[in-house]
């Protein structure tokens, strides 16, 4: 049974867009929110990180960043967004992403017998 826009069942309840934007609006803010939560946790491990060692190392911090910055991209997909701000913010993730890398790469806390300090 279709219901008009502005009309009532006969419980006097009204009619809603329908599952499908209500769906859409909710699997939105569940992807958001979760993306949230993977930031939170990352900002957490870092604070773990800095009161086990007495230190933050480069690779947590790089970690929380590409975490925020990847969520704030997921953002944009469900919101008019400009081109230029996404390849702005591709192109931010792609060189956190090398940084990441690199500090993984020449890390002081590898250890000798490692096979990625022999290439």
């Known amino acids: 049974m279709s219901l008009a826009a502005g009309r009532r069942d006969r419980d006097g309840i009204e009619p809603v867009d329908g599952i499908y934007g209500n769906c859409a609006t909710a699997a939105e803010h569940t992807i958001i929110n979760a993306l949230v939560l993977l930031a939170l946790l990352e900002v957490i491990r870092t604070l773990q990180a800095y009161l086990k060692l007495g230190r933050v190392r480069a690779t947590f911090i790089l970690d929380t960043a590409l975490v925020v910055l990847i969520g704030e991209l997921m953002g944009l997909w469900f919101r008019e967004y400009a081109p230029e701000k996404v390849l702005l913010g591709l192109g931010v993730i792609l060189a956190l992403v090398a940084l990441r890398i690199v500090t993984a790469r020449?890390?002081?806390?590898?250890?000798?017998?490692?096979?990625?300090?022999?290439?």
């Open 106 to 119: 020449f890390s002081s806390e590898l250890h000798a017998t490692d096979p990625l300090r022999k290439l």
